[in-house]
């Protein structure tokens, strides 16, 4: 039985793939911002381009959160999967035994932290009146995006590796 075809792993794999959805829409909304963005303008395109910058916030906290319960998916499915593998008593078994299963989890922990660190900035700049912090936010998913991408791959990876026939 192929190993993409565990729960936990279709969940892990659904999870990131919902993460780098909202964010592409949201660099695609950072570009725009870049180009338009006027702090004080009371234009319609700035009132235009504010509000969707609420709303793609809004996406991209919610794909974010989502990577954040995709951690915890990881380690729960990982420690559940220990019975499957020969040699695995734990979740550190599973992971040993994957291929590149400590790097995957590497970055994944550091793409947790950084999607937690964006989504405190961007309660904090909710908390303000003025949108000014805005173009720093929306910068931060130039980081966030790649990494998101690599984490998808080394998991990918390291699920079509673990040997699931040898118990």
Known sequence: MSAYWQPWILARIGASLVTLIALAIGIRTALRILKHWRIGA????????????????????????AQLGA???TLL?????????????CAYGVFEGGDGGFTSLSVSLMLAVLAGAWLIFH???????????TRTKFNGLFWLAPLAALDLWLFVRFAGGLDLEAS
Do not use: C, I, N
């Open 42 to 65: 009371s234009s319609e395109g700035q009132l235009l381009l504010e509000r969707r910058a609420e709303l793609v916030a809004t996406l991209v906290a919610g794909g974010l959160a």
């Open 71 to 73: 951690l915890v998916v």
């Open 77 to 89: 499915g990982a420690d559940k999967q220990a019975d499957t593998l020969r040699g695995a008593m």
């Open 123 to 133: 309660r904090f700049e909710l908390g303000h009146e003025t949108l000014s912090l």
